[in-house]
């Protein structure tokens, strides 16, 4: 009989370094790339590989990652109302999480009920594509507790990732340091190292052990990456799976191993101009493994004459459904829906989010603007950093970023 496995999405992340998208929602429920929010792309990848008992732990601002769960995934006659999502419940006293460990702790009720074999525990906040199954099969083969998934990354990025070292037989992880200040790089590669991608597959025995005894740790901070996994390695039970011997099905020579931390607002930023380059490094059109998402019924998307018949372009972009576009132009931008923008305005190399109004002649400019945020008529973003300093969050690079519920003044 197939294995039987449970995946565990976690989804409770504050997101503290995307401020300010997350003032109001949680990190995976963040919106990306027009039409998606973050957690779709891991809901996807485990839907496509299959998995389709799956509960999603959430915590921090969660009611519009929730609505979007339930409307796009759980009611999915596709997936058959497997996806559940399931807040902080306090079953073990007046608390909330107190870390993504202490999270599966207190819904080990659902493990019990469920009497998975193994069970995937991934994050929700990476853009990419995998098959999961590929790392499961991987995980069961070796006999290993915890299987962790590895990808190679900048060694200027170390401190924000967990940093494996392996053994001689390129598997057994021989070292696992949570966000260190002093990696030093791979033999082979000196300004690279081994990052964990927050992704594992635990024996179902393994997990529970872990995480129960941890609890019982006053001086643990009940974090995955920084406690289980750690000591899983001690132990010597800790395999690692290394990203790039995943195949997806469809994927290109330029978008095979392609994964982002959209953790800060510059990766954020960065991520959104991969989907536009003009050969993306992330294909959106890879058909044989999609990418699910909430779809309304907005039509399509308009691009006409403004005033004084001037035309309305965009190009070099991505455009969602109920865009209009009214004599202006759009160039590098990625366009969410129901956006418009009116005569004269610029908008380029920026992220509009759902119902931004550019008003008649502002300019926007490497900019990220939060859902329904009105720009007025001859507003300036992005032109004169030090002026938007003032007003609005600029992200180390200089992007500009204007929170949901900000008013720009005219
Ligand atoms: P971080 O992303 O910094 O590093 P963390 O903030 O714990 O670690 O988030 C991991 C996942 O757990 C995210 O999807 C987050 O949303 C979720 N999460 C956090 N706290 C939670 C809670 N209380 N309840 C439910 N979900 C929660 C991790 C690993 C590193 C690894 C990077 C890869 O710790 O080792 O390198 O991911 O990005």
Wanted: glycine share 8%; aromatic share 8%; charged share 25%.
């Amino acid at each position: 009989m197939a294995p039987k496995v449970l995946a565990i999405v976690l989804a409770g992340g504050e997101g503290k370094r995307l401020m300010p998208l997350t003032a109001d929602r949680a990190k995976p429920g963040v919106p990306f790339g027009g039409i998606y929010r973050m957690i779709d792309f891991v809901l996807s990848n485990l839907a496509n590989a299959g998995y389709l008992k799956i509960v999603v732990l959430t915590q921090y601002k969660s009611h519009s990652l929730d609505r979007h769960i339930t409307k796009t995934w759980r009611m999915s006659t596709l997936l058959g109302n497997y996806v559940a999502p399931v807040p902080a419940q306090q079953r073990l006293g007046p608390r909330w999480f107190a870390g993504s460990a202490d999270a599966i702790y207190q819904s080990l009720n659902l493990i019990n009920d469920e009497r998975p074999d193994h069970v995937i525990v991934f994050g929700a906040d990476h853009i990419y594509r995998m098959d999961p199954a590929q790392m499961v099969a991987e995980h069961i083969a070796s006999g290993a507790s915890v299987t962790v998934a590895g990808i190679r990354q900048p060694l200027s990025t170390a401190d924000q990732f967990g940093v494996i070292e392996v053994g001689p037989d390129g598997k057994r992880i021989s070292a696992f340091r949570e966000k260190p200040k002093d990696a030093v790089g791979l033999a082979d590669s000196p300004e690279e190292i081994y990052a964990s991608m927050g992704n594992y597959v635990f024996r179902t025995d393994a997990l529970c052990e872990a995480v129960t005894s941890d609890a019982k740790n006053p001086e643990s901070k009940h974090d995955m990456g920084g406690n289980i996994i750690p000591e899983l390695v001690k132990r010597g039970e800790a395999n690692v799976y290394d990203f790039r011997d995943n195949e997806v099905p469809g994927s290109t020579d330029r978008d095979r191993g392609y994964w982002r931390d959209v953790g800060t607002l510059d990766s954020f930023y960065e991520a959104h101009m991969d989907l536009i380059a003009i050969h993306p490094v992330f294909n959106l059109y890879n058909f044989d493994w999609p990418i699910y998402t909430d779809y309304r019924p907005w039509p399509p998307a308009k691009f006409v004459h403004g005033w004084e018949g001037r035309v309305g372009r965009a190009v070099s972009s991505m455009v969602s459904p109920g865009v209009v576009i009214s004599g202006s132009l759009v160039e590098q931008s990625v366009v969410s829906p129901n956006v418009r923008v009116h005569s004269y305005a610029t908008v380029q190399e920026s992220v509009l989010m759902e119902g931004v109004d550019v008003g008649r002649n502002a300019v926007v400019r490497r900019a990220i603007i939060d859902k329904n945020v009105r720009i007025p008529e001859g507003a300036q973003i992005g032109v004169d950093l030090d002026r938007d300093r003032e007003r609005f969050t600029v992200s180390s690079n200089g992007i500009v970023v204007i929170g949901k519920n900000q008013i720009v003044e005219a």
